[in-house]
């Protein structure tokens, strides 16, 4: 299965491509599920207006992610009048596509966990210090580790460190996430006029479609053929 993350940015834009951002999103959304695509949205921004997004990150997997994507990374156009400012005079609004780093949530294995046993501290009087009951889990690969002494029992703590040391490093990886979503600050000062790779006309969000046709082709060949046969 082929795994994305992407942006879809109105930049430093104003309200007005904030609700691009909102319409896009619907429309983007209708064709994933469309095509079979599964996604899940990692952090959405809201805009200033009502009904409006500054931009919102996915997560997408699938068989068709990289070729259903060649058809939307880029910046997407909408022509039309602006929804909050009646008689304001720009017709052309512009928002951004961009695909962000994949950073890999590692499964956390057992056979990578290293344990260690201590004397518990705390609570529980003479009892608890007599054995080495208290149990620190590390995370190899990472590093990270917990200890845990809730329990008097070894085997109950190493249970208890297991589920809390799967907890942690799994927030380490999102923290890691973020980071890279920190690009898209960047991406909001990078928002590029011209060469949309897809353009949206009216209130309706209308797709502005190329279609190829031969029929004019057609038609000009038939009549030279004409022409020619009256010579």
């Not at 046993?117 to 990472?142: D, E, L």
């Not at 917990?146 to 589920?163: C, G, P």
Request: net charge positive.
């Amino acid at each position: 299965m082929n795994q994305k993350i992407i942006q879809i940015t109105a930049g430093r834009g104003p309200a007005e491509c904030c609700w691009v951002v909102a319409q896009i999103l619907k429309y983007f959304l209708e064709e994933v599920q469309r095509i079979g695509v599964s996604y899940h949205i990692i952090e959405r921004t809201k805009g200033a207006e009502n009904g409006t997004i500054q931009s919102v990150t996915i997560g997408l997997e699938g068989k068709e992610v990289k070729v259903f994507l060649s058809s939307w990374l880029g910046t997407v156009q909408w022509i039309g009048t602006s929804t909050f400012r009646k008689y304001h005079k720009r017709k052309n609004w512009f928002i951004g596509i961009y695909e962000l780093d994949l950073v890999h949530l590692e499964e956390i294995k057992e056979k990578d966990i290293v344990y260690k046993t201590m004397r518990s501290s705390g609570p529980g009087g003479q009892n608890v210090n007599k054995v080495n009951s208290a149990v620190r889990a590390i995370h190899q690969p990472t590093g990270i580790h917990v200890v845990v002494m809730d329990s008097r029992s070894q085997h109950q703590n190493r249970k208890i460190a297991i589920e809390r040391l799967k907890s942690k490093v799994l927030e380490v990886q999102l923290e890691k996430l973020k980071e890279s979503l920190s690009d898209e600050w960047e991406n909001h000062l990078n928002v590029q006029r011209g060469n949309p790779i897809r353009i949206f006309r009216g209130t309706d969000f209308k797709k502005e479609k190329k279609t190829k046709t031969f029929k004019n082709k057609r038609n000009q060949l038939k009549q030279d053929l004409k022409n020619e046969l009256k010579r």
